[in-house]
C-alpha cells in the first residue's frame, strides 16, 4: 500500500510534482503511466526516499520509507537508472544487498533462479546486457521478498520472452496480495498487466481508474463492417439515424453495391447493424465494434500535457528546417537502453 | 515456474479482498552491525580496493627501502672520507632510522586519500547508492559505517605497511646503527602518528567525496589539497620567505600541518621544516588542525547526504 498526500516536487522554478494525492492497493497491478518528464521517476523515487518532497508526505505500508525497520521487506524497488556497481558480480550485489538485512543465502540463490541469472551470477555486472542488467534489478527487488514493489520500466531491454515473463510476475505477485506498482513505456504491455491506472501529466494526475474505465474515456466508437452492399446498407444505416463512412472518412453512400466495401458506423451498436443487415437482407462479411485502445486513450487524454511538442499539427507548423523539426525522438526503450549503457560506462 | 504462476493466479481473485501480504523475512530487521557487514562486503568485493590497499602497502615499504638503500650509501662514502667510524656514530644521534620507516606516508596518502574518496564517489558514479539507500535509508548511518570501515582499513594497512618496511630495512639499518628506537617517546609518537595522520587523511577525502559525489571532481580537490598547495606554496615559502602571509597559510595545510607528528624527532628537522623560514605547528597542535579540518569535511558531506536528493 503507498499513499501519497499532497505530494509535490520543484526543481528550482519547476513543479515537477504538483500536489498529488493517490493510493496504490494491494492485490492488484496498478499501472503509473505518463509522458517523459510527467514527474513518474521522481514520484517513485520520492516513494523510497531518495528524494525528499517539497511538499506533502508519501507513506508505504503506513510509514515513510525510512522508518520502516526492515525496509528491504517493505518494499522492494526496481528504479529508472541502473543502481548495481559494475565491478562487482551479480552475486555480490545481491550479497552485499542481502546482509544489511541478514537475509539468509539461500534467498539469494532463490532470486537469482527465479530471474534465470544463474549462469552470470559470478561474471562481473559491467559486462552485463541491459536485459540481464534488468533482471538483476529485478532479482535486487525481490531480495527481500517484499509486499510491494516499485517497478519503474521494467521491461527495458527484454526480449519478448523477458517481457511476458515480467507480465506474469507482476500478475503472480499481485495476485498473492501483494502492492504492484509499475511504469511502462509500453501500453499494449500494460493494457495486458494492470489492474488500475495512475495517469500523470505536468507533474498532475490526469486519471485514477480501472483500466476498463480509462479505456472508455477513449473517444473512439464504432462499427467496422465488411459487406458486398455498402450502399444498401449505408442508406439502411442513415435511415436509423446512424452514420456510415468509408475508412477513409467519406460518406458512404456513394459506395458501389457488388465489391465487398469496408464501413464504419457510428451512432449505432454492433447487434443494431446487425438486425438492420437481415431486415434489408444485406450480407455481413464483418462486423466488428471498435473503440480506442489504452494507447489511444492515454493519446487522447495527454495530449495537452506532453512536456516536449513533436511538432506542430501539419499546417500550423512553423517554418523550420527538417533538423531541428525532428530533433526530438520520443523515448522508445531502445533510447532509454543507450542512455543506461553511457551511464554505466561512466 | 509458469505453471506455479498460474495455479497461485487462478487461486486469487484481483477484485476480491486479499489477507494483508507480510514478507517472510519481515523479522529481519537492520541494524549497524549488519550495515558494517555490508559495507564492508561492499569495498572488498571491489578489485580496485585490492590494488590501492596493495599498493599502499608496497609503496611504504618500498620507498622504506629505497631510502635506507641511499642511506646506507651516503654514510658508506662519509666513512671512506672521514675515516673510522665518525660518520656511522653522528647518523645514529639523528633519528634517521624512524625517519626512513614512516616516509612512505608521503606515497600512501595519495593511495589513502583516492581509496577513501571513492569509497562513496563510486556508489553516486555507478548509481549503486540508489539500492544502497534502498536498503538502509537512514542516510547517516550509512555514511557513518563507511566512515568505520574506511578507518578500520587504513589503521590495518598502514600497521601492516610500517611493519613491512621497518622489517625489509632491518638489515641496512641495523649495520648502521640507526634502528628505530622504540624507548623513544617521540619514534613512537612518530609511528602511531603515521598512523593517525593517513586516518585523518581518509576522513577529510571521505567528508570531501560525499560532500562533491563525483570521482574526478573530489580525488582532484582532495590531491590539490594535500599534494599540488604543499608544493605550490612551498616553493613561494623557500624562494620568497619574506611574504609572511604565504607562511601561515602554508604551516595551516592540512598535509602540513598534520605530519608534524610523524616528522618532528628530536636531534632532527622533519624535512620540510628545516630548510624554511617558516615555524611548523608542533606535532600535536597540527594534528589537530588536520583533525579540524577532516572533521569539517565529514560534517559538509553528512549535511549535503542527509539534505541532497540521492
Redesign the interface.
Known sequence: MIEARNLTKKYGDKLAVDHINFKVN???VTGFLGPNGAGKSTTM?MI?????PTDGTVYVNGLP??K????????G?L?E?????????AY??L???A?????PTS?IDEVIA?TGLESVADKRVGGFSLGMGQRLGIA?ALL????TLILDEPVNGLDPEGVAWVR??C??L??????VFLSSHLMSEMAQTA?HLIVIGRGKILADMSVEQFVETGTKRYVRVATPNAAALAQAVTNAGGRAVTPGGTPAGSAVDGAVAHLEVSGLDAPAVGELALTNGVVLHELTPISSTLEEAYMEMTADSLEYQTLAPLGQAPAVDADTAFAYAPATPAASSADVEK??Q? | MSAVMTDALDGASVNSPVAKYVSRFADHKIGFGKQLRSEWLKMWTLRSTWWMMGATVVLMAGLSLLFAGVMDLVVNEMRGMGGGGAGAADISEMSVGIVIVVLGYQLAQLTVAVFATLTITNEYSSGMIRATLSATPRRLRTLLAKLVVVTLTTIVVTLVGLTLAWAVTYPLMSSNHTLVDFSQWDQVRSLLGTVLYLVMIAWMALGIGTLMRGSAGAISTVMGLILVAPMILGMIVMFAPNIGWVGQIYRFLPSEAGQQIVMQLDGMMGPDSGAMSVEMLSPWVGFAVLAAYAVAALAAGAWSMKRRDA
Open positions: 494491494p492485490g492488484m523515487r523510497m526516499g531518495l528524494d525528499r520509507y525510512a520502516h525497520v526492515s525496509p528491504m521487506t517493505e518494499v524497488a528504479l537508472a541502473r543502481a548495481i556497481h559494475p565491478g562487482r558480480s555480490q550485489h550479497k552485499v544487498l546482509a544489511t538485512h541478514s537475509l534467498r527465479l535486487s527481500g521478498n517484499p509486499s506474469n510476475l500478475r503472480y499481485a495476485g498473492q496480495g501483494r502492492t489492474d551511464e554505466a561512466a
